[in-house]
Nanobody, 123 residues
Framework: QVQLVESGGGSVQTGESLKLSCRNP????????MYWYRQAPGKEREMVSS???????RYADSVKGRFTISHDDDKRRFYLQMNTLKPEDTAVYYC?????????????????WGQGTQVTVSS
């Protein structure tokens, strides 16, 4: 069973960096499409980044050039490196995976979610 555990959130100043991590103890994400979403207070959850099972990465326009999605070589963890953070990046960040059906180019819809981790960026 896929269960996702996130870590790496925190409070930083504008311009600083954070790296979020997502793992499922005992499980490898070999055939999984991976996502990072975020939800700010009073706003809908939005997709920040995704990566298909064959490694195609996509980003929301608001984070392009600042955030990078990646995974370990053995696909036991995946990450969101967040650089040049801004106050508008403040949100709860969630990792998610699809049904791990090995979709190429575009991941399947997110099916399993992490518990969320708070990222706060102050000016």
């Amino acid at each position: 069973q896929v269960q996702l555990v996130e870590s790496g959130g925190g409070s930083v100043q504008t311009g600083e960096s954070l790296k979020l991590s997502c793992r499922n103890p005992g499980y490898y994400f070999y055939s999984c499409g991976m996502y990072w979403y975020r939800q700010a207070p009073g706003k809908e959850r939005e997709m920040v980044s995704s990566m298909s099972a064959d490694g195609i990465a996509r980003y929301a326009d608001s984070v392009k050039g600042r955030f990078t999605i990646s995974h370990d070589d053995d696909k036991r963890r995946f990450y969101l490196q967040m650089n040049t953070l801004k106050p508008e990046d403040t949100a709860v960040y969630y990792c998610a995976v699809d049904d791990c059906g090995g979709y190429y180019s575009v991941p399947g819809p997110p099916e399993t979610w992490g518990q969320g981790t708070q990222v706060t960026v102050s000016s």
